[in-house]
């Protein structure tokens, strides 16, 4: 069956500094994607950052990467230079097996940036 | 600008009481989704619906009900059936349909539900 799992439900990290949240999924299927979402305290599911499982480069958005390891199944979010507005809950998911793009979520990680 | 809203944001739910939850999108999205969120936890699906007059059950449809008559509209009726409605709604919709897709989903801003 698939499954995602985030394994840490708290973290923190200095202001400026750089963070990794780990994220590991179990799938049989050979051609998947994996999304990372950031949810603030507002509540809106906020899309950061895209990771194809036959990509050829680990992905990048601004001051986010990817740290992709396809053999281990991990696809952990690395955050740059972190920031007091990078205080929220983030989320890995990928899409369920049958198609049409339904995701399963990880049970989330709550990132908390102190100054 | 294109974006998905959802009304209301807050709700509360009179014992035995249907509820109807509002989701309209004008990113000309073709698929629509449904999900649910429990404190601390991810979120769940409920229901999807690829094109309009069609919609298939998700993980946890039970007590929910769906309808997709206009694109752009993909409300939600929480029925006196679902015994434990408290929790955080959000609706998403993305674009492709079909197999397994790189587009993002994109989410509204969510409806919090609650038992009077």
């Known amino acids: 069956a698939q499954k995602i799992t985030q394994t840490q439900p708290g973290m923190f990290v200095q202001e400026k500094e750089a963070v990794t949240l780990d994220c590991t999924y179990d799938?049989?299927?050979?051609?998947?994607?994996l999304f990372w979402y950031k949810q603030p305290s507002s509540g809106e599911m906020i899309f950061l950052i895209y990771?194809?499982?036959?990509?050829?480069q680990n992905a990048t958005e601004g001051r986010y990467s990817l740290n992709f390891q396809k053999a281990r199944k991990s696809a952990n979010l690395v955050i740059s230079a972190s920031q007091l507005g990078d205080s929220a809950m983030y989320f890995c998911?990928?899409?369920?097996?049958?198609?049409?793009?339904?995701?399963?979520f990880g049970a989330g990680t709550r990132l908390a940036v102190h100054p | 600008d294109g974006g998905i809203t959802q009304s209301p944001k807050y709700l509360f739910r009179k014992e035995g009481q249907n509820v109807t939850l509002s989701c309209e999108q004008n990113?000309?999205?073709?698929?629509m989704y449904w999900y649910r969120q429990d404190p601390g936890q991810g979120l769940r699906l409920i229901y999807y619906?690829?094109?309009?007059?069609?919609?298939q059950k998700g993980d946890i449809a039970e007590g929910y009900s769906v309808s997709r008559e206009k694109k752009e509209s993909f409300p939600l009726t929480v029925t006196s059936a679902q015994k434990n409605p408290t929790a955080f709604y959000l609706c998403?919709?993305?674009?492709?349909?079909?197999?397994?897709?790189?587009?993002?989903?994109?989410f509204g801003d969510g409806t919090r539900l609650s038992i009077l």
């Open positions: 998403a919709s993305s674009t492709p349909r079909g197999d397994f897709s790189n587009q993002p989903q994109h």
């Open positions: 799938t049989s299927d050979p051609s998947y994607g």
């Open positions: 990771q194809g499982s036959y990509d050829q």
């Open positions: 998911a990928f899409p369920q097996a049958g198609g049409y793009n339904k995701l399963i």
């Open positions: 990113l000309n999205h073709d698929a």
């Open positions: 619906s690829q094109i309009v007059n069609d919609f």
